[in-house]
């Protein structure tokens, strides 16, 4: 379980960067929680672990993504709904390329 809480507190250290910037709003906290795990699809429930953000606001927000092309949908599993980001915005690019980019700098690869 401490690996598990380990995890969690690192994910949290790593997804500050936008909010540093725009600030604590729902909206930037799971677009950190996409761009952190850019080649991954997240469900609703992955989301609201991973950002801490209300469940309700959590699916607000995903309409909101959605309607914007932050977002698309994914697979399902059951009836899960998964998400991920939409990389052929111009906005979601450089997000991940600047994600992308510190990633590599922590593992000594630039």
């Given amino acids: 379980m401490d690996i598990i809480r380990d995890k969690h507190y690192i994910l949290k250290e790593v997804m500050s960067v936008l909010s540093e910037i725009f600030g604590d709003y729902p909206r930037v906290k799971i677009l950190e929680a996409f761009a952190d795990h850019f080649e ?48 052929e915005k111009q906005e979601i690019q450089i997000i991940i390329s600047e994600r992308l980019a510190e990633k590599l700098e922590e593992r000594g690869l630039v």
């Fill in 40 to 87: 991954e699809e997240l469900s609703i429930p992955g989301i609201i672990w991973l950002t801490d953000v209300p469940k309700t606001m959590v699916h607000k927000c995903i309409k909101k993504l959605l309607d914007e092309k932050f977002l698309l949908e994914g697979d399902t599993l059951g009836e899960t709904q998964f998400y991920y980001l939409n990389n």
